[in-house]
């Protein structure tokens, strides 16, 4: 008898055209596979499979199924760059939204693996769950924009490979959310007022006109990969760069590391470094944090931004010492919330504030005047020429608050099981 809950096994594949590598997971009463370890007699052990009409599939693809506990029985694919996982179902048929979970600095696929089989086990017909991996480990070094261009070009493929899927959202982890940012601008196709009359199809009279209108309304903000854009959601991400007072906490608010650091992180962590400072000036043009707050001529950022229906960010209000409350929630300092406003949720005791979305108008309108600001200013007003949700974040009263960076993504749920909450309050509140 084997006293735990689950257990692994990984079995590589070999072939003329390459390898592939595919990993069960079996849990709690689940069917899809079986160990024998024989009598005593001295068999050898050996691995007998349940046999079933998606054999042949499986055997095509490097397929695995798991449960989460009670939950439904998960799948998941391992695919070049990451892996997809969905419920199990009988008639073979996937959810028609893709769910797209980035990782952040020297991060990988494995730090969203809580995060997306809790996604499944609450919204198991409603959501594939594709976690990237193109951008793992070192790779986060080599800068924003090749980071972002490696991940369009993966979602793409995922896209070809899941033709039934109509609706894309984004979940990004601390650096993954400036990938993420980067790579909606280059996946963004704005969709022309002709081509959405014409989607309103086989219609006469008043019901034409309705269904214009609402192709219009549904269109007017384009699609990305031609995906219909949903959810924008980030945790923790320097979205205003690391580069001001307190951006980076490990530093103490040190005027004197704070500059230091600003001038070698691209020893450290390469290009990457440099936007996160805003120290890069290639071909002479502005750093590329300031150049994703606006549309340029070649990437819609904003656009792209736009035409979520949702944006939302999570911001560790404390004990993040790798990312400042100010840049994670988009946030002038007079802007953030008092301490003594800050209240506890009984459902979700580490979500402690939630501003919901406002009008943006003020903010879009004193960006177009074009007026001389510092970098901060001109990338907060740039990002809220678009709403978005800030959702503030707390685990003060927690036992793993020194690593509130990681907790706020179970990153590893041993060590990080109490931002479980944070993760089903995403979940919860998630537009399908």
């Given at each position: ?179 993420a940012r980067y790579a909606i601008g280059k996946l963004y ?48 991400t320097p979205h205003l760069g690391s580069r001001g007072h ?12 704070e500059r230091r650091a600003s001038e070698t992180a691209h ?166």
């Amino acid at each position: 008898m084997i006293g735990a809950n689950s257990l692994y096994l990984t079995v590589n594949f070999g072939g003329p055209n390459g390898s592939c590598r595919c990993r069960v997971f079996s849990a709690r009463r689940m069917p899809c596979a079986k160990l024998d370890f024989g009598s005593r007699s001295g068999r050898q052990p050996r691995l007998t499979r349940r046999k079933g009409p998606m054999d042949c599939v499986r055997r095509m693809g490097c397929f695995n199924d798991r449960t989460a506990g009670d939950g439904p029985r998960m799948e998941s694919e391992s695919v070049p760059g990451g892996e997809d996982v969905w419920a199990f179902s009988a008639d073979a048929k996937y959810p028609d939204h893709l769910v797209v979970m980035v990782n952040g600095i020297v991060g990988s696929a494995e730090d969203w693996r809580y995060a997306a089989e809790q996604f499944v086990n609450k919204l198991p017909d409603k959501v594939i769950v594709h976690r990237s991996e193109c951008n793992s480990s070192r790779l986060t070094f080599d800068g924003v924009d090749l980071m972002g261009e490696r991940l369009a070009e993966e979602v793409l493929s995922v896209v070809r490979r899941r033709p039934g899927v109509r609706k894309i959202s984004f979940l990004a982890h601390s650096l993954g959310g400036l990938i993420a940012r980067y790579a909606i601008g280059k996946l963004y196709v704005p969709v022309s007022n002709r081509e959405a009359v014409v989607a309103a199809g086989n219609h006469s009279g008043e019901e034409y006109i309705s269904s214009s209108t609402q192709c219009l309304e549904r269109h007017r903000e384009g699609h990305l990969a031609g995906l219909e854009p949903m959810n924008f959601i980030t945790f923790a991400t320097p979205h205003l760069g690391s580069r001001g007072h307190r951006q980076l906490p490990f530093l103490c608010g040190l005027l004197f590391l704070e500059r230091r650091a600003s001038e070698t992180a691209h020893w450290i962590v390469g290009r990457t470094g440099k936007h996160l400072f805003l120290t890069d000036r290639d071909d002479g043009r502005p750093p590329l944090l300031l150049r994703m707050v606006k549309d340029c001529d070649d990437i819609k950022f904003i656009s792209a931004l736009r035409s979520f229906k949702r944006r939302v960010v999570y911001a560790n209000a404390n004990f993040d010492h790798m990312v400042g409350w100010r840049t994670s929630s988009i946030r002038r300092q007079n802007e953030l919330p008092k301490q003594h406003l800050l209240a506890n949720d009984e459902k979700y005791p580490h979500i402690v504030h939630i501003e919901r979305e406002i009008s943006s108008n003020n903010d879009r309108a004193s960006f177009l005047d074009n007026q001389a600001t510092d970098m901060e200013e001109e990338m907060i007003r740039g990002l809220n020429q678009v709403p978005w949700e800030r959702v503030d974040v707390s685990f003060l009263k927690s036992r793993q608050r020194y690593i509130a960076h990681s907790t706020i993504q179970v990153k590893t749920y041993w060590i990080n099981s109490d931002g479980k909450d944070v993760i089903f309050h995403m979940i919860d509140n998630f537009l399908l």
